[in-house]
Structures are given as C-alpha cells and as structure tokens.
C-alpha cells in the first residue's frame, strides 16, 4: 500500500482558503486518492476521491498533479466547523483492499 | 451515519475479561471494517472482510477476534481484555468496487 505524508497540523481563520498536501511518493498506477473528514469522537465521513487531474464537489476540490506523487485538498471559505482532522489515503482498486489510515492533519480554523 | 450502528456506545470492563463490540448495518454492504482509535493517533485497521465467508487480518489484529455472522453483522471480541485495548473502536461499511467507508459512531471502550 502506497505510503502517504501529511503536515500533522495547520491553522486558518473563517472565510480563508485551505489547502491541505498530501505526498504519496510511491502511489500504484491502480491507485485512487481519497479524502476523509474525521470530528471529535465522530467516524471518519468521505469528503472526496479522484485518480487524475481535478475533482471537484459541494465540499472540497481535490487537485492531483500529472505525475500522482502529492494531491492537494482544497476547502473554500473555511468555517469554524471545518475544524477537524483531515486523512488523505491511498488505495488501489477501488475496494480491493482495506485503506490505512495515518495520523492525518489536524485543522484548526479560528474566528 | 444512522445506517451503521454500534453497540454498546460505552464500555467499561475489567482486564482478563471477555468482551463484544457489535457492528449492524443497514446499508446492504458486502464489506465491513473494524478499527481502533487511540488519543490523538490515526484509525489502525484491526480486522475486514469482504464477504460472509471472508475474514481477513489488519495491522493489529494480535488479541482480537472477529465473526461476520450475516452481511449485515460484524462483531469484534476482545478475548483477554489488557488496559493498552482502551480505545475508541470503529466500524465501517463498504460496498463492493467503491473505496468509500461509512463509519459508525464508535464504541468508547476502558479496561482498568
């Protein structure tokens, strides 16, 4: 499974754009690239998936660069309850396998 | 997500003791999940199974033990409690061919 990095954290401030990175240096031409959403003592919630170029939905835009190695979860105008731990994980065919979670990236958005 | 459920939502047990964490959905999803949560940390991936007749170890899985009794049921037990088992655990769904989980509400579990 491709192994993937993180920041551990980041900060914001309501109304700002985020962008969280992720590498996955060593990503499977079968891999896809999910994103999840995890609040305190909640399930982590599927916020978006994409294998090339752009994917945007009502949440996020997910932006993948030719070469696969990173992708970038973009939030528009964050808000104070976009405050969470955001995971990025790397599968191959879709539902194949079991994903792995890291440790993710904690975001702190503040007024 | 209402469509998977966990039960108990709270535990408190004894080390040395034997228990279940049950896993229902409702989803009509193949593939089901279990993970530990510990403080601050990631989910690690205890055990999965991609059909009834299908159990599969994950990272962890050394002091667990599962059981898919129907497509719908998935429980976890936990056959000599240990105080380190002290954790959030967390179910999920997943239909066949898609990458996206469902997670249920987790079950926070404390062995003293």
């Known amino acids: 499974l491709a192994k993937t990095t993180q920041p551990i954290s980041m900060d914001s401030y309501e109304g700002q754009e985020v962008n969280i990175t992720c590498s996955h240096n060593?990503?499977?031409?079968?891999?896809?690239i999910t994103w999840y959403q995890q609040f305190p003592s909640q399930g982590p919630r599927f916020i978006i998936q994409?294998?090339?170029t752009k994917v945007t939905n009502e949440v996020a835009s997910l932006f993948i660069p030719a070469d696969r190695k990173s992708s970038t979860l973009s939030l528009p105008r964050v808000s104070l309850s976009d405050t969470a731990v955001y995971y990025c994980?790397?599968?191959?065919?879709?539902?194949?396998?079991?994903?792995?979670f890291g440790s993710g990236t904690r975001l702190q958005v503040q007024p | 997500d209402a469509d998977v459920t966990q039960t108990p939502r709270n535990r408190i047990t004894k080390t040395g003791k034997r228990i279940m964490l049950e896993c229902s959905q409702t989803k009509g999803h193949d593939r089901m999940y279990w993970y530990r949560q510990d403080p601050g940390l990631g989910l690690r991936l205890i055990y999965y199974?991609?059909?009834?007749?299908?159990?599969n170890k994950g990272e962890i899985s050394d002091g667990y033990s599962v059981s898919r009794q129907a497509q719908a049921k998935f429980s976890l037990s936990l056959e000599s409690a240990i105080p380190n088992q002290t954790a959030l655990y967390f179910c999920?769904?997943?239909?066949?061919?898609?990458?996206?989980?469902?997670f249920g509400p987790g079950t926070r579990l404390l062995v003293l």
């Open positions: 060593n990503i499977a031409t079968n891999d896809y």
């Open positions: 994409g294998y090339k």
């Open positions: 994980l790397v599968g191959d065919e879709p539902g194949r396998r079991a994903l792995t």
């Open positions: 199974s991609f059909d009834v007749k299908d159990i």
């Open positions: 999920a769904t997943s239909d066949a061919g898609e990458e996206t989980q469902y």
